[in-house]
C-alpha cells in the first residue's frame, strides 16, 4: 500500500500538469491546434506515462505494481481513443469552432477526471466489501464486449438526437454550454466500461488512478492528431471488444477465488498473471492496429 506521502506528492504533480495544461488551452482557445503540435505533446504526456510506470518500483511496493500500471495504463489510453470517435461526433455536429476545440475537450476531461474519481473511490470500496461484486463487473465487460462486436457505425447517436441537448437548446444554453455537458456525460459512459476494466487489472486504487489520469491527460492533443487517422481505425472496437471480453472473464475466475471456488467440475479455475493480461492486450492493440491500417489502405480509403 502506497503511503500518504506518496499519493500527495503524485496527485500534486499531476494536479500542477492538468493546471498547466488548462492555462495553456485558456492562453491559446483563440488558436487552432496544428498536427505537429498535437504530436509534439502527445509524445510528450506518452513519454511522461511511459516514465512513470518505468520509475514506479522506486515508491511503490509489489513486484507486480509496475506492469499492472502499463496493462491498465494501456487499456485506459485504448477506450480513450475510443472516447475521440465520440468527440469527433459531438463537436463537428454542433460545429463547435476548431479554435475552441481544444478548451472544451481540455475542460470535459477535467470533468471526466472528477467523475472517474468518484467512480474509482465507489469502485474500491465495493471490491474490498464483496469480492463477489467481480462477478458483476465481469458479466457487464462481457455484455459491453459483445456490444462493441455486434455494433456498426450507423448505430453512433449524434448530439443532435439526444433528447438532453434540445432541452439545453430549449433553455437557451450556448453551444459550447451544450458541448461541454455533452462531453462530459459521454465520457461517463464510458467511464462505466473502463473502470471495471482497470478494477480487472489491478486492485491498487493508486494504479487505478494513475493509469487513469495518464490515459485522459493527453487526451485532447491526441484528438487533434488522431482526427483524420481514426477513419482507418475500423477494426478498433472490435479489438477493445475482444480485451474487454478477456478481462471480463478474468474477473470472473478472481470472483471464484475470492469466494473459496477453486475447482469446477474437477476443473481447476485458472489464475491469469499479470504479465499474460499485458501480453494479450499489448498483442490484441498491435494486431488491431496494423489490420485496420492494412484493411483502410488496400480498399483506398487511406487518409493522407
Known amino acids: ?54 520509475f514506479m518500483p522506486n515508491w511503490t511496493p509489489g513486484e507486480t505494481a509496475q506492469k499492472e500500471f502499463f496493462a491498465g495504463w494501456l487499456t485506459e489510453y485504448a477506450l480513450s481513443v475510443d472516447n475521440i470517435f465520440v468527440f469527433v461526433i459531438i463537436l463537428s455536429r454542433l460545429q463547435i469552432d476548431k479554435t475552441k476545440q481544444q478548451l472544451v475537450l481540455l475542460l470535459g476531461i477535467i470533468i471526466a477526471l472528477v467523475l472517474r474519481g468518484i467512480f474509482i473511490a465507489a469502485g474500491t470500496a465495493i471490491i474490498t466489501r464483496f469480492s463477489s461484486a467481480f462477478f458483476i463487473f465481469g458479466a457487464f465487460l462481457i455484455y459491453t464486449a459483445y456490444r462493441l462486436l455486434i455494433e456498426k457505425e450507423d448505430d453512433e447517436v449524434t448530439p443532435d438526437d439526444s433528447k438532453i441537448v434540445k432541452m439545453l437548446r430549449a433553455r437557451g444554453a450556448s453551444t459550447f454550454t451544450i458541448a461541454l455537458l455533452t462531453l462530459g456525460v459521454t465520457d461517463l459512459v464510458f467511464a462505466l466500461d473502463s473502470i471495471p476494466a482497470i478494477f480487472g487489472i489491478t486492485k491498487d486504487p493508486y494504479i487505478v488512478v494513475t493509469a487513469n489520469i495518464f490515459a485522459l491527460m493527453g487526451l485532447r492533443q491526441l484528438y487533434f492528431l488522431l482526427q483524420g487517422l481514426l477513419k482507418r481505425l475500423v477494426f478498433l472496437s472490435k479489438g477493445l471488444s475482444i480485451i474487454l471480453a478477456f478481462i471480463g472473464v478474468k474477473m470472473f475466475f478472481e470472483a471464484f477465488h475470492g469466494i473459496g471456488i477453486h475447482e469446477i467440475a474437477g476443473i481447476e479455475v485458472p489464475h491469469v498473471s499479470i504479465e499474460f493480461s499485458l501480453g494479450v492486450i499489448v498483442g490484441t492493440l498491435l494486431i488491431t492496429a496494423v489490420a485496420s491500417l492494412t484493411a483502410t489502405r488496400k480498399d483506398g480509403s487511406e487518409i493522407i
Open 1 to 54: 500500500m502506497e503511503s500518504t506521502s506518496t499519493w500527495l506528492i503524485t496527485i500534486g504533480i499531476l494536479a500542477a500538469v492538468i493546471a498547466f495544461d488548462l492555462i495553456l488551452a485558456i492562453l491559446r482557445r483563440n488558436k487552432e491546434t496544428s498536427m505537429r503540435e498535437a504530436a509534439i505533446w502527445t509524445v510528450v504526456y506518452v513519454s511522461a506515462a511511459i516514465a512513470f510506470g518505468y
